[in-house]
């Protein structure tokens, strides 16, 4: 199937503020339906719909309405907002996927679906961790997203659906505010250095954690949506990576910006347990050989980008 016309559920998060536009781009604007249950930006260059993932008959509604071939479903709770609302996170991440497999098998619709590292838990090997190994995660946001991973895996074995996923690393971008995700820390960092030359870091200086700056993973979201189906060997959810880093790593290169910048640190236990789950490198390599996912940005260019941008966002904002 080809994407023609694309509805994108929660348009006006992290990733959908960057990937709304992006795909207009390539689609026009009239063919990219950008769906919010609360926040609306009405200059986003898309059909603003307002609706929920937990809302199908709306969903359904729009489909029809605007003759939709794919759904992108980037509603979800992050890690920590996960574990403060156990429920909610259930029903967001799970149910709200389930309604739109549901959708997709009935009116034969492509889906893309992401799912987090935060499938690997304590067990699986840390260090380049393979594309197929132990998963046992040990956190809410974990474990909807693996089940996540085998529900749209299962829609594809017993009803054909045309399901994509990948497992987005710590995703970083000046676009938006900082929110409530384990890998945050390393955007909040930012606005505290520049405002205030110090920082109180909730995870310990040596924490490693893989991250990817968010041009890459739009690039790569957008091949992989638009890759011929026979190329998707995966219907679980491909291993996504970059580069990594420690709080102390990020410090030492923002000094290069800020010499008198300061960083200590006040471990979060909640933050740093969920932390203490999560691999320190990914292997990607199936990514790479099956629909060409590839990465621009390095550790030091990606600082670069969030420094210069950030400060300029904040000089504007006085």
């Known amino acids: 199937m080809i994407t023609k016309k694309v509805i994108i559920i929660g348009a006006f998060g992290q990733i959908g503020t960057e990937l ?56 979800s709770y992050l890690s920590v907002k996960s574990e403060a609302d156990p429920q909610g996170a259930w029903q967001v991440n799970l149910i709200g996927l389930k309604n739109v497999l549901d959708i997709a098998k009935d009116y034969q619709l492509k889906v893309f679906w992401p799912s987090s590292i935060a499938v690997f838990g304590p067990t699986t090997p840390k260090i380049q961790t393979p ?6 995660p040990t956190t809410m946001y974990g474990l909807t997203k693996r089940a996540g991973e085998l529900l749209c895996q299962y829609y594809y074995l017993k009803y054909g ?34 405002e205030k030359g110090y920082y109180l870091c909730p995870l310990r200086n040596d924490t490693v954690l893989p991250m990817m700056y968010m041009e890459d993973a739009i690039r790569s979201t957008i091949k992989i949506i638009m890759t011929e189906k026979e190329k998707i060997k995966i219907r679980t959810s491909y291993n996504l990576a970059a580069f990594s880093f420690s709080p102390d ?15 200590e640190y006040q471990i979060d236990e909640n933050i740093q347990k969920i932390a203490d789950t999560w691999p320190s490198s990914i292997d990607d390599h199936q990514a790479k050989i ?12 990606t600082v670069k ?8 966002k904040l000089a504007q904002n006085k």
């Not at 980008?305 to 300029?312: A, R, T, V």
Request: proline residues 5%; neutral net charge.
């Open 20 to 75: 709304t536009p992006a795909l207009a781009k390539i689609l026009g604007e009239k063919n990219i339906v950008a769906l919010s249950h609360s926040k609306i930006n009405q200059d986003f260059s898309a059909i603003i719909e307002k609706g929920d993932v937990l809302q199908p008959k709306i969903i359904v509604e729009i489909i029809k309405k605007h003759q939709i071939d794919t759904i992108i479903n980037l509603a």
């Open 305 to 312: 980008i969030l420094f210069e941008n950030i400060k300029k």
């Open 290 to 301: 099956d629909w060409g996912h590839e990465v621009n940005f390095d550790f030091h260019k």
């Open 131 to 136: 594309q197929d190994t132990i998963i046992e």
């Open 161 to 194: 659906v045309d399901v994509r996923s990948v497992r987005y690393p710590g995703l970083l971008d000046y676009k938006t505010p900082p929110s409530m995700g384990t890998t945050e820390y390393a955007k909040w960092i930012f606005y505290h250095a520049i």
């Open 249 to 263: 790593d990020l410090a030492q290169e923002i000094k290069k910006f800020l010499p008198h910048f300061k960083i």
